[in-house]
């Protein structure tokens, strides 16, 4: 499966960004996806997933209560709302796809199959 991320752009603290990852050459419903996200000069971290399906899903602690992960299984889209941005969320963001992720596995950054190419987000203060 080939993932395409889009979305990402400039925005004050407090604003809102949709992130998508579309996908093709498969469904999306057959993986478990995730997002995660890379600041200059750190690791790479883990956000948000979700099960095969759509179903469960799991975020950091960092994001509960601000960012949503949801899918349009229509569209093959997997979609990242991040409300009320922090400029600690600045971080180039990245889409995962796995076929065989569990629950309890999805918070780990190692195992994904696929990643898309990644989508700058910016939070200004």
């Known amino acids: 499966v080939q993932l395409q991320a889009s979305g990402g752009g400039l925005v004050q603290a407090g604003g809102s960004l949709r992130l998508s990852c579309a996908g093709s050459?498969?469904?999306?419903?057959?993986?478990?996806m995730g997002w995660f996200r890379q600041a200059p000069g750190k690791e790479r971290e883990f956000v948000a997933a979700?099960?095969?399906?759509?179903?469960?899903?799991v975020y950091a602690d960092s994001v509960k209560g601000r960012f949503t992960i949801s899918r349009d299984n229509a569209k093959n889209t997997m979609y990242l709302q991040m409300n009320s941005l922090k400029p600690e969320d600045t971080a180039v963001y990245y889409c995962?796809?796995?076929?065989?992720?569990?629950?309890?596995?999805?918070?780990?950054?190692?195992?994904?199959?696929?990643w898309g190419q990644g989508t700058q987000v910016t939070v200004s203060s």
């Open positions: 995962a796809a796995d076929a065989q992720k569990i629950v309890s596995d999805l918070g780990r950054i190692n195992g994904w199959d696929y």
């Open positions: 979700s099960r095969r399906s759509g179903g469960a899903t």
């Open positions: 050459g498969r469904t999306l419903s057959q993986y478990a």
